[in-house]
């Protein structure tokens, strides 16, 4: 048993914590779970998967606006909607999205209703769902089908459900109705043994999964659909039907089923509110390899032969598909530097070498220190973190030192360690960009930047040096997937804090009035790519800057303020009488409430649909002139004309 603080961990000899229901349900007894909702997140982080239902059954019953009163977590409204009954979702999706710190606002329909409530037009005065959840199953083809069935008639019957799916998921993309989150259908036995003999029994599954690849075809035609797959949750043993509650209470995927697709859906959520995670810190001794590197040394550390030593390696090519996406990985090990970049650089069987990393840090610090030194050096927020190990104790100290960060206990058996650090899906997103692709080298070369810095005496010094060029323009095409990237996972300098999909991003370049502006920089080092966009809006004499984002890679560069005098200068040149610029807070985003104050702007009130957004505006009387460190080139595009 080891203790941190006030806290046990161990005592059971696991990362999960039996008792955490029993907490949970105590307090709701007590009355008294709405007022200590901030202990909730610590508590389910900490439960066994098994017991996330019955926490979603007591969460869901708590008023939203009253937690609210007490607890910082966003409300995240979400339309179900299905072919059978698909109340059951709920209970499990309120756990999982308050598993990651967010309140969930259920609207279930009616059951069947799926095309009407895809189909129908939203009324103009209608509050939009963050998204929808739209569950299919089974008898979206067999109710179609009449007895006695053969092969041919399922097949006709899944292409004609196919088409008029489709033909609704057009309707409501074209209403713009926002994300819409479908799922493959898994065939259950009990259809394909009441075909006795074994080639039909084959054909029926190839036209199952027809059926499924048109489904997973509707992510590929609409930008704002998501798929999720439910064949991998089957796969491994997820029982895919109750019987009885299929029968009885019409619910025709299982309780079982329903929590993993919850799951899942959360990850869909968590990305679609910028919660995506950026950073994997990894231990290394019994986590990225087994023994002792300081009693092992490193030609003795078991890796590469042997069954466990396969499974290390394994696990490594596990992480190195993750880093070749974009992840950055880093290490936060107790161990001697030298020791660690020698077993990296020379071990035979390792996958990850040095370079694979953006940071070793391999010390004698606590790990919750040296990752908030990772988080410094890489200019990231702790919540962009995942941290991954084998010691309970280590776990458990990060888990209580710095909450943000999500901690993936490994144990003793490596076989396991992919499952476990893939079954949160930390870093899921909506679409992989170049910009992600670059990721680990761009942040790499930050370092040669930090390295550069220290042989200037002031920091303006190092600014003169970088030779800085920041250049403003329309975004490309093959851009606009970066710029709803950019606005989907940036919390900090993010103005007005508005997450967009690709199709709103879009939208907005093609209606008139409406403008994106990409922005890109690179100095000596290379080039850091799209870093930031502007959202601008003409409104008679006044051009508006809805929202302003801007990578935290970038920051103090004086590249937010060139942007902004782009756009004064634009609006000037252009015959516009005032620049207007809205700032709505967040938790996240509070450090750059007072951008606009400083750059010239006044404050002249809220905004009307968002009360808590504050609007400035600046006259263009007297602009700030950009940076002389940087050089600046803006080309604001056809829509009138460049001011390059």
């Known amino acids: 048993m080891t203790e941190t603080g006030n806290r046990t961990f161990g005592a059971s000899g696991t990362w999960h914590d039996p008792q955490a229901l029993g907490t ?3 307090l709701h007894r007590a009355g008294t779970l709405a007022t200590e909702y901030g202990r909730v997140r610590a508590l389910l982080a900490r439960m066994p998967a098994t017991d996330l239902p019955a926490a979603g059954q007591l969460l869901a019953r708590l008023d939203a606006k009253e937690v ?21 979702l709920v209970a499990p999706l309120t756990a999982e999205l308050a598993r990651h710190g967010m309140l969930l606002e259920a609207k279930v329909a009616p059951y069947g209703s799926y095309l009407q409530d895809l ?3 939203a009324a103009a005065s209608e509050e939009q769902p963050q998204l929808t959840l739209c569950l299919l199953d089974a008898h979206t083809v067999f109710d179609d089908v009449t007895v006695p069935w053969r092969v041919e008639d399922v097949e006709a019957a899944a292409r004609a459900r196919l088409s008029l799916v489709a033909g609704a998921v057009r309707t409501h993309q ?19 043994h009441q075909l006795v003999d074994l080639r039909s029994r084959a054909r029926l599954g190839a036209v199952w999964r027809d059926f499924n690849r048109g489904l997973l075809s509707l992510a590929e ?18 029982p895919a039907c109750d019987p009885r509650t299929a029968q009885y209470a019409r619910a025709r995927l299982s309780d079982a089923l329903l929590a993993a697709y919850a ?5 869909v959520v968590r990305a679609r509110l910028g919660r995506t ?10 986590t990225l390899w087994g023994g002792v590197l300081g009693e092992d040394g490193p030609g003795g550390v078991d890796l590469g032969s042997g069954l466990r030593g396969e499974a290390f390696q394994e696990f490594q090519r596990v992480l190195g598909q993750l880093g070749a996406q974009g992840v950055l990985l880093a290490v936060s090990s107790k161990n001697d530097t030298d020791a660690v970049r020698e077993t990296l650089r020379t071990h035979p069987a390792m996958v990850l070498r040095e370079d694979d990393f953006v940071r070793v840090n391999a010390n004698w610090k606590a790990k919750h220190d040296n990752l908030r030194d990772i988080a410094d050096r890489l200019g990231l927020g702790l919540d962009s973190f995942v941290f991954v190990d084998d010691s309970l104790f280590e776990c458990g100290l990060v888990a209580e030192q710095l909450p943000e960060v999500a901690v993936v206990r490994v144990d003793e058996e490596p076989a396991l360690h992919p499952s476990a650090l893939l079954a949160d899906g930390w870093f899921d997103l909506f679409e992989l960009t170049e910009a992600d692709l670059e990721r680990a080298g761009r942040y790499r070369t930050e370092a040669l930047r930090q390295d550069f810095r220290e042989d200037f005496g002031s920091y303006q010094d190092y600014l003169e040096g970088l030779g800085l060029e920041v250049l403003l323009r329309p975004p490309e095409e093959s851009e606009i997937a970066r710029v709803s990237q950019l606005t989907l996972r940036t919390n900090q300098f993010h103005l007005a804090t508005e997450r967009l999909q690709v199709p709103q991003v879009s939208a907005r370049m093609e209606r008139p009035g409406l ?32 929202n302003f984002v801007l990578s935290c890679r970038v920051f103090s560069r004086g590249i937010e303020s060139a942007c902004v005098t782009a756009v004064l200068e634009f609006a000037r040149d252009t015959g516009a009488g005032a620049v207007t610029g809205r700032y709505r807070p967040t938790p996240r985003n509070s450090a750059f409430a007072s951008f606009y104050a400083e750059h010239g702007f006044a404050v002249t009130g809220t905004d009307p649909d968002h009360p808590d957004a504050v609007t400035l505006r600046h006259d263009l009387g007297d602009i700030t002139p950009a940076p002389t460190h940087l050089r600046l080139q803006a080309a604001f595009g056809p829509f009138d004309g460049d001011s390059a």
């Open 277 to 286: 995670r950026k950073c994997l810190v990894l231990d290394l001794d019994g």
């Open 119 to 121: 189909m129908r037009p």
């Open 515 to 546: 403008h994106v502006i990409a922005v890109r920089a690179r100095d000596r080092f290379g080039d850091h790519g799209l870093v930031g966009a502007l959202f601008l809006r003409h409104d008679a004499e006044v051009l508006r800057i809805d």
């Open 221 to 238: 035609q609409h930008p704002g659909v998501v798929i999720v797959d439910l064949d991998p949750l089957v796969a491994e043993g997820v």
């Open 24 to 26: 949970l349900r105590a």
């Open 263 to 267: 799951r899942e859906a959360a990850h």
């Open 68 to 88: 609210c009163r007490h607890a910082d977590a966003p409300v995240v409204t979400v339309a179900v909607t299905g072919h059978s009954t698909v109340a059951p």
């Open 174 to 192: 074209k209403a713009g109705r926002g994300l819409l989150v479908l799922n493959t259908v898994p065939l259950h036995r009990r259809y394909t």
